[in-house]
């Protein structure tokens, strides 16, 4: 037997994930891409890879698409964001996926 209020939970918990998948698809298709090497840019500029996956983190302090962490780069815990691939030059891709975080997500 199903009770209206374990039926509205149900109901909350389907819009969260639904609003995760939303988020995730929009971002995604602005061109940034999330998964085990996500690129992301500090608070002080630097470049490095890290593992995001939208609303499945549980190392870092989620703050909408900015997230609190540890820069492997400037070895500092700091505010960083999702870049955009085709925003970077080679170099630039070619530094932050020399540079990546701990595989923990
Ligand atoms: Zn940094």
Redesign the pocket.
Known sequence: MTSAKSRRRLAITVAVIAGYVAGTVIATRRGYAFGKNTLVR?????LFTTVWIPGGSVKALRLGFWRLQW?P??R?V?LVHPVKGADLTDAEREFALAHHDTPIP
């Open positions: 500090c608070r002080r500029g630097h820069c780069v400037g500092h700091g």
